[in-house]
Structure formats: structure tokens, C-alpha cells
């Protein structure tokens, strides 16, 4: 059975501020680095095969904390990047309700295409899960810890469950460093086994942008 651990990155300045992150390379905070340091003893225990990661260094440096501990290689995918946040992408999300109001409550509202040049949920979806399944391809059988992004994670986890859009506005986000689980067999494809799973850390998560 293919097991795929799918890790949200340690905390950032920004996840702390409420500033829309997206693709932009916003590094770890002291915060996250203990987070992900904390997290990888948890993750070496499960006895990875494989670790991958987005390109993107609040992904990557979150993963190096997982391949210190196991002297695994981590390749890097462009795909497993956050989703693409067009013209929000540095504003504080109080900022995003004020100038982009429309698309904003659109945005709230759960539509999967809200406007102001943000990547689709379908498209982001597709990317995501397309890079998750080609992860579990080269590693079949084995447990692979894919290090990405909160909206990343759900829409591409989403995207090899068969779930659309409207199921998952009812999964709850990831918190920082926490990881959903996935595994697959032959008879029932891929199944969820885990979600939001790891250290308890104090306060809500933020939002995952």
C-alpha cells in the first residue's frame, strides 16, 4: 500500500500578519523552523522512502528538517507551489476586503474562481494532485512525504479523492507543519487516512494563503 504524507510547511512572518503569501518566497520564522524540527522526528518514525518538496523555501527548508534526520535526498517540484493569488499576492487580507471587495466575498463564499487573477481551484488542483500522484508513482508501495503548502495540500489531496470543490470547503484547513494522509491499494484507490495530523501548537490556524 502507497502511503502519501502531505506536510504544511512551518510557520512565517506572514502566516503570523495575515498577509497573502501565495507563490511569493517568504521564508520560515524562528516559529516555523521549531515547528518543522519538532514535526521531523514524528515524520522519520513513520520510515519515509521519499521526500519532495516545493521549490518555494518555507516548503523546502521545512523539509531539509525531515532530511537532516533521515539522510534522504529531497527533490524539489515547482507544481507542489502554493496557489497563485494574482493580485492579492503581499496584502495583509484586510487590505485584499477593501480594494478587491467583490472578488473578496466571492473568494469567502467558497467560489472556486473568484477573479482578480487568482489560480482556479480545478487548475490548482489539477497541478497539485497531478505532482502527489507522480510522487506515489515513483515510490510504489512506500510512504513519501510531499512538503507543500495549506490550500495546495487540501485542493490536490481533494483532486486524487474524487472530492470537488464543495466537499472540501468542509475539511478543515491544515495548522502549520501539520500533515494530511493519504494511502492507496489496487481495490479501492486512494483513501483519506489522517488529516491535521501532529503536534498540538497554541492558537487557530491562519489562513492558509
Not at 25 to 33: A, E, F, I, K, S
Not at 76 to 90: I, P, S
Not at 117 to 125: A, K, P, T, Y
Request: with cysteine.
Amino acid at each position: 500500500m502507497t502511503r502519501l504524507i502531505v506536510w504544511r510547511h512551518g510557520n512565517t512572518d506572514w502566516n503570523a500578519a495575515n498577509r497573502v503569501q501565495g507563490q511569493l518566497d517568504v521564508p520560515l520564522n524562528d516559529l516555523g523552523r521549531e515547528q518543522a524540527a519538532q514535526a521531523a522526528p514524528l515524520l522519520s518514525a513513520l520510515r519515509p522512502d521519499a521526500i519532495v518538496a516545493s521549490d518555494l523555501r518555507r516548503a523546502a527548508d521545512t523539509a531539509a528538517a525531515l532530511v537532516a534526520l533521515t539522510g534522504l535526498p529531497v527533490r524539489t517540484d515547482a507544481r507542489l507551489r502554493e496557489r497563485f493569488y494574482g493580485q492579492w499576492q503581499g496584502l495583509l487580507m484586510t487590505e485584499v476586503a477593501q480594494r478587491f471587495p467583490a472578488e473578496y466575498a466571492r473568494w469567502r463564499a467558497g467560489d472556486p474562481d473568484p477573479g482578480a487573477e487568482v489560480e482556479s481551484l480545478d487548475d490548482l488542483g489539477k497541478r497539485v494532485g497531478t505532482a502527489l500522484q507522480e510522487a506515489a508513482d515513483a515510490a510504489p508501495g512506500g510512504t513519501i512525504v510531499i512538503a507543500t503548502h495549506g490550500g495546495g495540500a487540501r485542493q490536490g489531496c481533494g483532486y486524487l479523492l474524487g472530492w470537488d470543490s464543495t466537499v472540501l470547503r468542509s475539511v478543515g484547513p491544515l495548522n502549520n507543519c501539520h500533515w494530511t494522509e493519504l494511502r492507496y491499494d489496487e481495490v479501492r484507490g486512494w483513501q483519506l487516512r489522517g488529516h491535521n495530523v501532529g503536534l498540538i501548537t497554541p492558537g487557530p490556524a491562519p489562513t492558509p494563503v
